[in-house]
Nanobody
Framework: QVQLLESGGGLVQAGGSLRLSCASS????????MGWFRQAPGKEREFVAA????????FYGDSVKGRFTISRDNAKHTAYLQMNSLKPEDTAVYSC????????????????????WGQGTQVTVSS
């Protein structure tokens, strides 16, 4: 069983930055990947970003490309989401997810590809 613990959410003004962290208790095998999803009130869950542990390949949702960056620290078993140029529409609960399934560009945005989920952290961007 993999446990994921997110941190780093909070309140920020539009145009500001935040960095989310997701610490994993799981072993990082060659097929391991971690991702971030978000869900705003009344909206469906949306894919934000994912990173494949073996080669560091990254995948992004269209709405965050160029503004958000996902990265990993192998030694700390931790994934990070650096969020810059934040907009009010980025306001949501951000959840970390992990999988041992093969992660491709097609699979990364699909929530059911991920077997393990964190509790989520609130990000609020004020205008």
């Amino acid at each position: 069983q993999v446990q994921l613990l997110e941190s780093g959410g909070g309140l920020v003004q539009a145009g500001g930055s935040l960095r989310l962290s997701c610490a994993s208790s799981g072993r990082t095998s060659s097929s391991y990947a971690m991702g971030w999803f978000r869900q705003a009130p009344g909206k469906e869950r949306e894919f934000v970003a994912a990173i494949r542990w073996s080669d560091g390949n990254t995948f992004y949702g269209d709405s965050v490309k160029g503004r958000f960056t996902i990265s990993r620290d192998n030694a700390k078993h931790t994934a990070y989401l650096q969020m810059n140029s934040l907009k009010p529409e980025d306001t949501a609960v951000y959840s970390c997810a992990a999988t041992y399934n093969p992660t491709t560009a097609q699979a990364a945005p699909v929530s059911w590809n991920y077997s393990f989920w964190g509790q989520g952290t609130q990000v609020t961007v004020s205008s």
